[in-house]
């Protein structure tokens, strides 16, 4: 995936369970919700795409995605006009 694609990109705090029926590579059973790709805990990295999927990542690693976010930000930030 190219970081052209992605329209956001976040931590947020998530609940296996409801969300996705557990950890593991899922698809939501809710259409807003997405795919996601977790082992074990309740943060992710949430990833918007421009074509309207959403993807989750599952993280035990917080501080250390919040600085691969702020480092790599402006790249998927830039005006396509």
Request: net charge positive.
């Amino acid at each position: 995936m190219d970081w052209s694609n992605i329209s956001e990109c976040y931590i947020r705090n998530y609940n296996p369970i409801s969300e996705f029926g557990g950890w593991g590579i899922k698809s939501s059973f809710r259409r807003d919700t997405g795919k996601a790709y977790t082992i074990k805990g309740s943060i992710g990295l949430q990833l918007k795409l421009k074509n309207g999927k959403k993807i989750l990542i599952g993280t035990q690693k917080n501080e250390e995605i919040k600085r691969v976010i702020e480092t790599y930000k402006h790249k998927y930030t830039h005006n396509d006009t």
